[in-house]
């Protein structure tokens, strides 16, 4: 079993800046992909960025040149420093990480999602 815990939601004014946090614990052989996803209200969830174990990152268009992923591999930690934020980035925030538990079993755990709030 995988834990992710997320840290860094909040309220903040359009053009405003926002830094979100994970870092995962538990049976950890290693962590391949981390990421970020999030859903709005009525929406379906959607990738925002994901950056992989040697940092290879893909990120969906709506939120390139303003947020940036990045990860230690060592804290087994990502984070999501979000920039220039817009109403339309309202959403929760789930962290996702795909992994090899130390019983060589593949699996994929979510955070409980952090809330991002952006006014105009």
């Known amino acids: 079993q995988v834990q992710l815990v997320e840290s860094g939601g909040g309220l903040v004014q359009a053009g405003g800046s926002l830094r979100l946090s994970c870092t995962a614990s538990g049976s950890i052989i290693s962590i391949t992909l981390m990421g970020w996803y999030r859903q709005a209200p009525g929406k379906q969830r959607e990738l925002v960025a994901t950056i992989t174990r040697d940092g290879i990152i893909n990120d969906a268009d709506s939120v390139k040149g303003r947020f940036a992923i990045s990860r230690d591999n060592a804290k087994n930690t990502v984070s999501l420093q979000m920039n220039d934020l817009k109403p339309e980035d309202t959403a929760l925030y789930y962290c996702?990480?795909?992994?090899?538990?130390?019983?060589?079993?593949?699996?994929?755990?979510w955070g409980q999602g952090t809330q991002v709030t952006v006014s105009s």
């Open positions: 996702n990480a795909l992994y090899l538990s130390r019983s060589f079993t593949p699996g994929r755990s």
